[in-house]
Nanobody, 124 residues
């Protein structure tokens, strides 16, 4: 059971990045998948999540309208497209999986599996 994020990097404010999360094991195609982020000195916070079917999504207010979460048709890869990035988006972004088909929640403890994270740095 493994989640591996990629796609982070350094980008100027106003730029875009696309994060990917590759999940090992076909079971993840049936799980809610989420993205969380943790900035230096701050607690980990919810960014976005998507249901197992891909038909239900939920976003934090801080990123709504700038971020899109999606998953590949096979279900084992989840993406986070981030546009109009701001310096306050700088954080380590983690992918997570929740053992549920369509129950999306924002609490960290509800997600059983976590990746190591990928760093996103937005310069002003």
């Amino acid at each position: 059971v493994q989640l591996v994020e990629s796609g982070g990097g350094l980008v100027q404010a106003g730029g875009s990045l696309r994060l990917s999360c590759a999940a090992s094991g076909s079971i993840f195609s049936r799980y809610v998948m989420g993205w969380f982020r943790q900035a230096p000195g701050k607690e980990r916070e919810f960014v976005a999540a998507i249901s197992g079917s891909g038909s239900i999504t939920h976003y934090a207010d801080s990123v709504k309208g700038r971020v899109t979460i999606s998953r590949a048709s096979a279900g084992n890869t989840v993406y986070l497209q981030m546009n109009s990035l701001k310096p306050e988006d700088t954080a380590v972004y983690h992918c997570a999986a929740r053992r549920s088909w369509d129950s999306i929640v924002q609490e960290n403890y509800a997600y059983a599996y976590w990746g190591q994270g990928t760093l996103v740095t937005v310069s002003s």
